[in-house]
């Protein structure tokens, strides 16, 4: 084996962890926020907020799966949905089990299960702003993947 080969294998190793940490940072920055009311869920009522108050939002998850892959309106709402966050400095992730995320976000809940493509972290008002450390590291893992030009990092959510 050469020496190519070993840091190879040690990036990929390295990209698997960070992956798996940041999964269970965004489970555990999901449950937080849902505790503090800070979640706003479902494409168009995350659209809504964004227009209302963008300063508001620290964070976007879009989710899909292969059964809306080949769904263009939601690929087009998820385009536009990027190009807002990337605007206005808002860190977005990709996660690929939606039904996870569902039962993440609606924990709890009777009735219909809420529409999890679009999830959006927001906390009071800037003058007194939310943080949690789950947050923190989420940033720092959109910052490093940035660096390394993957725009929107997919996330995998740990088992349960």
């Known amino acids: 084996m050469t020496l190519e080969e070993i840091r190879g294998q040690e990036n990929a190793m390295e990209h698997v962890d960070r992956v798996q940490s940041a999964g269970a940072a965004l489970q555990e920055l999901l449950v937080a926020a849902k505790k503090q009311e ?14 209302v108050d ?16 080949c769904d263009i309106a939601l690929q087009i709402h998820f385009t536009l949905i990027q190009a807002f ?10 996660v690929n ?20 493509h679009c999830i959006l972290v927001h906390g009071t008002p ?4 939310w943080k949690d450390p789950a947050l923190d590291k989420l940033s720092l893992f959109c910052e490093e993947s940035r660096s390394v030009y993957d725009w929107v990092p997919t996330i995998t959510l740990p088992e349960r």
């Open 54 to 69: 963008p300063d508001s939002v620290a964070f976007c998850v879009l989710a899909t799966d292969e059964e809306y892959e």
């Open 97 to 116: 089990d939606i039904e996870r995320l569902a039962d993440l976000v609606s924990a709890g809940e009777s009735g219909e299960p809420k529409d999890a």
């Open 38 to 51: 800070y979640l706003t869920v479902g494409v168009y009522e995350s659209a809504k907020v964004m227009n």
């Open 85 to 94: 966050c990337f605007d206005n400095d808002i860190n977005v992730v990709r």
């Open 126 to 129: 800037s003058a007194n702003p």
